[in-house]
């Protein structure tokens, strides 16, 4: 199974696309409903590589959340591959989401009492992957990614910057055609911020569809395309000239 991955996170389905049409996210706060996303329209290609920026209380991490399936839109359709995810169960979207998506997040989510390794091949624990397989893949990418060294270490040992390399090779196992990153390296020297971002390229540059959160702005112009958001709405989807 490990001699078929070729290169790092190829995408493993047909191209698609995400669309949402007037998706909107509301919530109740007490007895105050808050808006979180205005109703939105947007459309992210198989093979984007969008950065999303916007002010804290924007709606950027709620848009994010809503694009991977961890939350639910309280209005509109959201499309993933063509699929309406409203009519999909809630072991139909679980499913969907794994298939379909890797997550990165600011604070690496790395468990302490796991090794390097282990903490990757829990990626794998509800696929029909054998353990030994598993231990390969993760072999595999983290001798793509220059970290085959810290297999045995803990989360604890790694710097910050091997420590997102790591949660991005967890959330790459899956070889998910689309990447979701929030805030990757919000929590990051710029050396290492700059290592994180130029993995992306390469991941981009091999097909994988990127949608990344940020409040940088030259973290931003890595990606194709960034949309700014302001009081839940995207005010500009715009080219990276």
């Not at 389905?13 to 998706?23: D, I, K, R």
């Not at 040992?157 to 997102?164: E, F, T």
């Amino acid at each position: 199974m490990g001699g078929d991955r070729q290169s790092l996170a190829a995408p493993q389905t047909s191209p698609g696309a995400l669309q949402l049409e007037f998706v909107s996210r509301n919530y109740m706060v007490g007895k105050n409903l808050v808006k979180a996303l205005q109703p939105t329209n947007l459309v992210i290609e198989q093979g984007d590589f969008v950065a999303i920026m916007g002010h804290s209380g924007s709606g950027k991490t709620t848009l994010l959340n809503i694009l991977g399936l961890l939350d639910v839109q309280s209005d509109g359709t959201y499309s993933v591959h063509g699929t309406d995810t409203a009519q999909l169960s809630q072991v139909e979207r679980a499913r969907l989401r794994r298939d379909t998506f890797g997550f990165v997040f600011q604070n690496f989510n790395l468990l302490e009492r796991y090794t390097v390794l282990q903490n990757i091949e829990l990626a794998l624990m509800y696929q029909k992957v054998s353990a030994k397989a598993a231990r390969q893949l993760a072999y595999d990418l983290l001798r793509q990614l220059g970290l085959s060294g810290k297999a045995e270490a803990r989360p604890h040992q790694l710097s910050g910057g091997q420590a997102q390399r790591i949660a991005i090779a967890r959330a790459l196992i899956n070889n998910p055609p689309i990447v979701l990153a929030d805030e990757p390296t919000g929590n990051l020297d710029i050396e290492a911020a700059n290592e994180v971002i130029g993995l992306f390229k390469a991941l981009h540059a091999k097909g994988t569809t990127i949608v990344m959160v940020t409040h940088s702005s030259e973290v931003a112009r890595s990606a194709s395309r960034i949309v700014h958001m302001q009081s839940g709405r995207v005010i500009s989807n715009e080219a990276v000239s």
